[in-house]
């Protein structure tokens, strides 16, 4: 946002233009959703507490009772000075008493500026705080960039954002102290956003393209994948295949260890294959181009030396549960793979705790493997080797269940097979999963989501 400003005011934009927007919008987000109450405005000394003088201005000229409470001055010539002078209002301390007397709070004490953790006065008084709270772009103490609280912050009722939403909108655990967020316009020319060259966005449709067969397609256009099936957990790979097949694989074989699972799954979907004849067959044929590795299966050395071995055939692999914790402290084991697909206990094993910076572990595991790294949970967070993030915010806490992200991988391959890249891949995937379980919602188990994937594809494919 910093960026985006600087750009914006390099190319004509008055900072102090921006910042009455900024206020104004807050300030209308305010006035639509509360009725007139005794409102405290919390001011910092940056740019962030001059929106929050705007807003106080704006409300009293409304005819709110208003009281400003700063932090610390703003720097003398700053634009932040500029409209505290305009501020002619009630101010109060900045104080636990004052807080206790307000009705609604502004929280406009830190934004984007965020230099060190939120702590001493400003933590003590954040922290009185039980009056419903609007946040002025972010609440103070989250950090716009990852998401993660330093020291103290607030939980808003309402957040009012500018511009864009940043990646803390979207991953917890600011985004569930946020309340509602508002993005508000504030007049930045959309040549600012080439002029920043984002590295993150918001997963959504917009980001890829759909494979849809053409008139003349077959089966084998559209893609073959195998799904390498464990002896014991054969539900996991059965779901990677379902999934794999709905989400648009023209045909999908099951790598069975042995005769006995071969024919536990040859008593399911009527439509897979089950072969029994070994890795080494299934990947002497270059059309089963995609493979998925790891649901199901131990987290050992076969495991690991399968991966490798179809990774060094040129096979897009997707790398799952056993197949990353066979390479548990050692990410080399998974270089070359296609994408894979990490929680965050997987994560951790296989390149250490991700801490509070989600994306730049994302990033630095991505880079690392050559891979697309899904590493998931409610926000997941999709990294591309060059360093470009996108974040997913659109799955529904159903999906907390056993099986999911069997599900997620088959997806992710079965756009593989049709030709997807990668990272396209991976983001439509998660969109995709998420989508089918807002249909299913509550009660959802795994078994569910491929069903409801023709739902989502052919609604998607006709938009
Ligand atoms: N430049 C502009 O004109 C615009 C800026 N906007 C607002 O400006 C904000 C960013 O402004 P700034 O870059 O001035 O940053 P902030 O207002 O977030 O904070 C910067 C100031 O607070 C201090 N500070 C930061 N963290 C602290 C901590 N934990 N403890 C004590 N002091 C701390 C810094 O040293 C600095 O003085 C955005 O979040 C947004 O609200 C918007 O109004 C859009 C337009
Ligand atoms: N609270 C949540 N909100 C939204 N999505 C979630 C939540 N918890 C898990 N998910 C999603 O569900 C899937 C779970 O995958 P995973 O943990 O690998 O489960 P399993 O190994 O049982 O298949 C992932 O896609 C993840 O993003
Ligand atoms: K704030």
Redesign the pocket.
Known sequence: MTRADAAAIAGGIPGLTLMEAAGRAVARAVMRRFRPVRTLVLAGPGNNGGDGYVVARLLEQAGWPVVVAALAPPRPGTDAAAVAARWRGPMADFSTASVARAGLVIDAVFGAGLSKPVDGLAAEVLGAVTAPVVAVDVPSGVDGATGAVRGFAPQAALTVTFFRLKPGHLLYPGRGLCGEVVLADIGLPAGVLAAIAPRAWRNGPGLWRLPRPGADSHKYARGHVAVVAGAGMTG?ARLVAGAARRAGAGLLTLLAPDAATASVLRAGDPGVMVSEAGAESLLADARIGSWVVG?GLPPDAATRALLRQAIAAGRRVVA??GALRAATGDPDALAGAAVL?P?AG?FSAVFGPPGDDRPAAARAAAARTGAVVVL???D?IIAAPDGRIVI?AN???W??????????AGIAAGLLAQGMAPFEAACAA?FL??EA?HRIGPGLV?EDIADHLKHVLAARLRS
Not at 399 to 408: E, H, P, S
């Open positions: 996991a649901p799952d549960a697909t929680h997987e998931k949970g409610a997941s997913n799955a529904p806490p999906l907390a269940t056993g099986g999911t992200g069997d599900v997620l998660c999963h998420g379980a795994a």
